[in-house]
Every structure is written in structure tokens, then in C-alpha cells.
């Protein structure tokens, strides 16, 4: 979210931006609300100062000089409270309008209109050519008894699946190699709620509106009530996270922290949730797209240096790139484009495994800045002794389960079925090679 006066003096910028990231949103529209609550908030103080004048008249006055008094109160008063009605009305319509505010993207970030404008930056490794026709992950894993896609359907619904075996040795190693590697590069270790409160989805940009929209949000809502520590019960709205980036980010929210302490680093295991109602009817079979999968994902909070927080997005995508190199995996970046970029994002780039099944390259990360778009939501802040300033906050994917599981079985896969483990994670699954069972 961006601070109402920036937004008045760069209405033009923020209307290209609304442009170029295809938001739907018309800036002159939200000026106008913004107008109407200052000046009905003006309105409100002026008939409140009347009825405080009218208080203080004193008490020596004349019956009827009570009566009109007491009546001309008692009308400022139902004035007041038509007026804070309207006010409250208006303030939630420009919330509304306030959250799909985008940040303005970089300089440097290419527009375009979708993933298909996101240009290619680097590449890393060979395409395997293979002296065979290789197999997609579907039927290695089965031959190999690792996911179990059938039962995973009847148990867990749409896109539901088992990991058995030798993948679970092999998710698990990759996600300890990956902690590992964080906690190397000065990350704390965290393994946050999954289950969180509303403002913290709000917070990091997971809503597309001030609140949530069943219709849009890809996010599982718990739909039971729970009790609270007195044994009452609580109606507060609790949610699902897709990353661990929501509960890390909120970890600080309401907070002042100190410049010295920053940058502060952080990584975070969970367990990962997304109902891809925006991708009905894409990528159906397989483990690509899932509703659930295991995750560990940086966080970076740092102080409102822009340079500075460029350096560190490329610091975190450089250690996703350091897990890719160590498992051998060919990859590339692409930055992100203005239609392929979320409103809060100020600067992105994703990495990209190649996947021989699908016979081009899959998202397997993505690093982001959001210079303090989140920072205002969540309400974090730093100070040098002398002033508050909202941080920066970063995330970016240390790595994720599923689709990095798929690049590792297809571009290791061997002629007669078995799929070579990369050196790195050989002590994690116990062997060198998984073999059809």
C-alpha cells in the first residue's frame, strides 16, 4: 500500500503503472473518494467544535435559552452522526481502492503484458539430449513407486497425491539441504504458522482487495470456528498459507525495529497451500501445479535504501541459483514483466528449471521487492534514534518441493527407468540411484 500524498503527487507515474501491470483501477476515481473523506473529516471537526462552543455557553442563561441551545445540540449531534456514517462509508470504499494501488516497478523492469515479455537474463547448464525418448515425472515416479497420484485422488481430492518411498527421502533432503545452505548464509531458521490471521495475507499483498474474495484468492479459508483461551468462542477469520512469506513478514508487524539490527535475515520451512482457482483447467495431471507441497523461502527486512535492497534481491536469487548449480540442475532467470508482475512488486525475477517432460523450462522460484508496499500494510518500521521510516521487505524462493522434484527425476532419468540422485542429496535418500520397483 502507498501513502495517500504519494499517490496525489505522482498520480501520473502510478497511472502507467496501473497501465502497464493490466490493474483495474481508476486513479482519478480513488482521488476523488479521497477528496470527499477529507472533506466531510473536515465537515465532522467543524459541527463537533459547534458542539463544544454550545457546551461551554455556561449555565446562567434563560429557560428558553436552554431549550434552543439543548435543541440546536441535540440536531449537531444527529448531524455528527449522519456525517460519521458517510464517513466511515467513504473511508472503507477508499480502503478498497487503496489496496490495489500498485507500487511503481523499476526502472529497469521490461513491460510487457504477460510471461511470455519476461525476458531471459541468464542461463546456467546443458539440456540433457537424451539417447533414449525420456519419460515424464508421471510415469517415472510411478515406476519408481514414489508418488502414488491415485490414491492421493481419492484421499486428498483434485490434484492430491502421495509421497512414498524414496521421495520422501529425496523432498526431505532437499528441503534440509536448502535449510542448510539459508542458515550458511546468515538466515535464521524458522518454521512458521501456517495457519494465520487476516491482516497478515492483507499485509503481504495475498488479497487482491482489502479483503478476502473467495472468488480470486487463491487461499484456503478455515471454514470452523475455534476457542479462544477463556473457552469462548472466536469468530476471526484464519487462513492457509501459500509461502511461508505472510507469517515472516508479519513476525515484526506493529513494530519499531533498530537500524543497527538490519538487514535482518530469515528462512522459513512450512508446508504450503493454494487452491489455483486462477488455473482451472492448466497443467491437471502430475505434481506442477498442486494445492499443497513443501517450501523454504527467504525473507529480508531492510532499511528504505533502494540501491541497497537491489543488491540484496540479488544476493537471495543468488543462493537459488547456488541450490540449482549443486544439484545440477540446467536453469535459467527471466525478469519479471509489468503484466506479469503482482501490484506490490517493485522488482522481480523467477528461475526456471528445464523440464524435459514438458520439454521447456518451469518456474521453480521467484525473487521479489517490495521496497515498503508491505511494510506500510503490516506496519513495520525502523528508526535511527531520530526518525521512523517503514522498512523494505524481500522474499524470494530458497526452494520449492514439487517442480524441482520434477526437474530432478526428468533430467536424471536413466534408460532402463531409474533416476540418478545428485551427489549433494545422496546421504539425505541413502543411495546414488532410485530403480523401477
Known sequence: MLDIKFIRENSDKLKEAIKNKGIELDLDYLLSVDKDRVAMAQEIEMRRAEKNQLSSMGMNLTDVEQKEISTKGR????EIARLETDYREVKGRLKNLMARVPNIPS???PVGKNGDDNPEVSRFGEIPQFSFVPKDHIELAKNLDIIDFERGVKVGGYRGYYLKN??????????????NKMISKGYSP?????????????GSGYFKDAEFNPEIDEIYQIANFEKNQLGEQSKENKFLVGTAEPSLLAYYSGEVLKKEDLPLKMCGFSQCYRSEIGSYGKDTKGIYRVHEFMKVEQVVIADDDVEASKKIQEEMLQISKEIHEDFKLPYRIVQICTGDMSPGKYRAFDIEAWLPGMNRFGETGSASNFLDWQARRLDVKYTDGKDKKY????NNTALASPRTLIAILENFQ??????????????Y???????PK
Not at 524414496?166 to 535449510?179: D, P, S, T
Not at 522498512?391 to 524481500?394: D, G, I, K
Not at 532402463?416 to 542429496?425: F, T, Y
Open 190 to 202: 524458522m518454521i512458521p504458522p501456517t495457519l494465520v490471521k487476516e491482516f497478515a495475507l492483507f
Open 166 to 179: 524414496e521421495g520422501v527421502m529425496l523432498v526431505f533432503g532437499m528441503m534440509m539441504y536448502a535449510l
Open 429 to 435: 535418500v541413502g543411495k546414488d540411484v532410485i530403480n
Open 391 to 394: 522498512v523494505y521487505m524481500l
Open 414 to 427: 536413466q534408460k532402463d527407468g531409474s533416476v540418478v540422485v545428485p551427489e549433494v542429496l545422496r546421504g
Open 107 to 109: 526502472p529497469d523492469t
Open 75 to 78: 440536531m449537531i449531534r444527529n
